[in-house]
């Protein structure tokens, strides 16, 4: 039979689906893509996959008893039934709740990635229909850079250098002589974005760069975070201590009369304040290159050699998004605005600092001639969210006070949560205290595709489609491409789309209009784009109409421009550009953090010790330091039941990277089964021995999905979980954000029986008399 190609599109990249017989059997990338990421490989599975929820469930022990009973969760088979049944319970759920204990009793924020597609994208679906039902607590920033979102206002007036558009590529490698990376810039993170991407140019960007000859120095305890198509220095450092590090490249430019006096009075506000504590004033102790040499584990005159060389070039520093992952992160992300200010590059092409430059394709590429189409949402009528990494603590903790960015709040009493597109069992920390918390609620609702962790804790699972099982438009902010997303194949199993499911719930409701207003899923996707196209305002380009759209398959936007530079019109003129903080200028100190008084996060950039680090004497119980970075085969842990992820998996376990000093002071050797652990849990993975990492630190990839080896609270992951071991505590009590990055773990050499992997198979249904088998 003729195989049929169809177009997609993933967060990994357009592709065009290859179709035989019903069935997807291959992908081949999209025409316009110099550079397609491997991870499309692994589409044709995913949507066939043995792990695909093929039918609605409940759990058996719900089912029978009622909403409660949450300790069954997890642990209890499933009971098939029909649609009409599972909409019928859905709906009656929500109507209970919002009777009995009101909308604020409700969370649907559903935090995750979800799938490309602007309409069918799951949490904006979840979220229109909970606004249209009447509100629900949703959950605000997010896991990714949460922090910064929440920090960087303050004191830059917004948080573009994280969201980007950041300096340009093109004008780093014309401009530029020197870029120093902390916490580094991997590609393999670098080939995905959120809501996709249509051509991948970071190869071709890193070899401008080496082009240009443009220095590289990889600041990071992992060798292989600076890419090697620019040939990086490595400067290995302590995880954890970063800040020290910028604090004394600053001090270095003070002490030795390199700072920008003239960029610091004219473009920032608080100066003088942060020179006395950088010099000793305020606490005696100078943040000096001998100070932060032990605390680094980098030599005092590497740290001062390199503030000169930073100093007597254009330089652009980067962070990577994980530095503000961890205890205190804000405060290495203030560090690094510190140091850009003092030497004084800030709005110059090539020069100056961006947050995230190794984090996410297109991130760094010049901005469009205008924006890409988007979802119509709808307004909460509650108003009201909780910090996104804070949901084990909300469902744990109701009515408990907390503080979030100046302002007292109280946890929800939560009921009812509601999820779709996304799996807390991989992205939240601690999975022993989130899977203790998630028991509380009366009832869990999740839409899933796959037999994920996450869905596998529900009470009521609903099977959802993937992006090839419907039609979609896929675009994203930073890529240039909008893609005519065609179903491929009808729905797997009794799949239905997240659109189809609230539609119905909606009808029970009685909120059907104020939900779908009226149209269906080609009316809303021409909808949307007639909307978009009758918005833009420029003559860049003429855009079709969605019919022609629609059967030529993508259009190309064009760009702005050509190379593009963060806060050169602020630089140019600072009085007539204001930032938006309230000097209008960049704050080296905030009046308004200080404002807060909170003892966790002071109102300069400071030197905080983290609750665990290598210099910290519990690294006595816990002497290795735990990396959970972002994986090369998947995305978070999207797909990790297929071929793909596989390939980086040792034993069938997620692969463990430990230094060779470290290994052999265990007995342990490359391919063995090990067992990571702390005082808040462990798991098994395979080890993989390397010198590309430093001494006492040991890199797990997160994203494996979550695999207890048994039903007992506490038992181990038997898959290699990495938020097994994560603390979670908020950032600090102004962003609250997550804090994965501040882990100790000790790791031996299993020697018991393997444990079975579960999560390679569906769990326990039983078929109801009344569901279609």
Known sequence: MTKKLVRNHSHWGAFLAEVEDGRVVGVRPFEHDPEPS??????PAAVHSTLRVARPVVREGWRKGGAGNGAGRGRERFVAVSWDEALDLVAGELDRVRREHGHDAIMAGSQGWGSAGIFHEARGQLRRFMSAFGGFIDQTSNYSFGTALVFLPHVLG????????????????????????????????????KGGCGAHAIGSALAELARGGVEVINVSPIREDGP?????????????????????????LIAEELHDREFLSRCCTGFDLVQAYLMGATDGQPKDADWAAPLTGIAAETIRALARRMASRRTMISASWSLQRADHG??????????????????????????????ATGIAEPPLAFKAPTMEGLANPLGRAIPAARIAECLARPGEPYDFNGRKATYPDIKLVYWAGGNPFHHHQDTNRLRAAWQRPQTIIVHEPWWTATARHADIVLPATTTLERNDIGCAPRDRFVIAMHKAVDPVGEARDDFAIFSALAGRLGCAEAYAAGRDEMGWLRHLYDNWRGSVRSNAAAIPDFDRFWQDGFLEIPPGADEYVLFSSFRADPERNRVATPSGRIELYSEKIAGFGYDNCPPHPSWIEPSEWLGARAAGDYPLHLISSQPRFRLHSQMDGGAVSA????????????????????????????????????????????????PGVAKLSCGAWYDPASTEDGALCAHGNANMLTHDRGTSKLSQGPSSGTNMVEIELWTDALPPLRVTRPPEIAVSAGAAL
């Open 330 to 359: 804000e405060q290495p992300y203030w560090a690094v605005i510190l140091l850009a200010s003092c030497l004084g590059q800030i709005g110059l092409p090539g020069g100056g600092f961006g947050f995230g430059y190794g984090s």
């Open 228 to 252: 090697q198509a620019v040939a990086p220095a490595w400067l290995p450092i302590r995880p954890g201590t970063d800040t020290a590090l910028l604090l004394a490249l600053t001090h270095t």
């Open 38 to 43: 491997p991870l499309i490989e692994a589409v």
């Open 158 to 193: 917004s948080a573009q250098a994280v969201t980007g558009p950041l300096t340009s590529w093109s004008s780093i490698a014309r401009h530029a002589k020197l870029m120093v990376l902390f916490g580094g810039a991997n590609p393999k993170n670098m080939q995905v974005t």
């Open 647 to 694: 390939r980086g998996k040792v034993a069938g376990r997620e692969a463990v990277a430990l230094h060779p000093d470290d290994a052999w002071a265990r007995g342990i050797k490359d391919g063995d089964v090990v067992r990571i652990f702390n005082a808040r849990g462990a798991c098994l993975a395979g080890a993989v021995i390397t010198d590309a990492l430093s």
